[in-house]
Nanobody, 124 residues
């Protein structure tokens, strides 16, 4: 059974940084891990994803070099480093897994396993 647990959210000032972590387990084949977010009153949108088998990464257009997704295979953990945070980045951030090929989409509907989410608030 796939299990995803996020951590690292919190309150940060505009221009600040946060690193989110996703402990992922239970996989039996190739998969992709994505970070997606949902702001108040809005639908979910993809932030970034990384493929398990080759480390290829994909980003949402709005990221524009501010965020970096990475993985530590020894720890079964995927990270999202977020820099230059803006108030509009305020949202619940979810770690999600896509176990159905093809892999590499940031489209929320592609993901079939979800974590519980972690709140990120960017405010002065």
């Amino acid at each position: 059974q796939v299990h995803l647990v996020e951590s690292g959210g919190g309150l940060v000032q505009p221009g600040g940084s946060l690193r989110l972590s996703c402990a992922a387990s239970g996989f039996t084949d190739h998969y992709a891990i994505g970070w997606l977010r949902q702001a108040p009153g809005k639908g979910r949108e993809g932030v970034a994803c990384i493929r398990s088998f080759d480390g290829m990464t994909y980003y949402g257009d709005f990221v524009k070099g501010r965020f970096t997704i990475s993985r530590d295979n020894a720890k079964n953990t995927v990270y999202l480093q977020m820099n230059s945070l803006k108030p509009e980045d305020t949202a619940v951030y979810y770690c999600a897994a896509d176990t159905r090929p093809p892999f590499g989409s940031t489209w929320p509907n592609e993901y079939n396993y979800w974590g519980q989410g972690t709140q990120v608030t960017v405010s002065s």
